[in-house]
Nanobody, 121 residues
């Protein structure tokens, strides 16, 4: 059974930092691209960052401010999202995502259940 277990969310004050983790199991982590998405209330889900199997990162233009950093640890089958200088508008549910970007399983994807981040004073 595939599982993407996100953790690390919570309440943080503006300007603060958090590190989200996503532990993956049930598939071969090393050959999947991994991503973080978020969805705020009343808004569409948006891509924050993707990290491919080789460690290459894809950062959407709207997220290129340098506040968020994605990383992966193959020894732990885990990805991370380091978030700094958090703002109230970063409040959202953050989701972990796995996708195959090549081969016979191209397009296959899995979603985690998400972890809530609330930025408020």
């Amino acid at each position: 059974e595939v599982q993407l277990q996100a953790s690390g969310g919570g309440l943080v004050q503006p300007g603060g930092s958090l590190r989200l983790s996503c532990a993956a199991s049930g598939f071969t982590f090393s050959i999947w691209a991994m991503s973080w998405y978020r969805q705020a209330t009343g808004k569409s889900r948006e891509l924050i960052a993707r990290i491919k199997e080789d460690g290459a990162k894809e950062i959407p233009r709207h997220m290129r401010g340098g506040r968020f950093t994605i990383s992966r640890d193959g020894s732990k089958n885990t990805i991370y999202l380091h978030m700094n200088n958090l703002r109230p508008e970063d409040t959202a549910i953050y989701y972990c995502h796995a996708v195959q970007l090549g081969g016979k399983d191209y397009g296959e994807e899995y979603w985690g259940k998400g972890t809530l981040v609330t930025v408020s004073s």
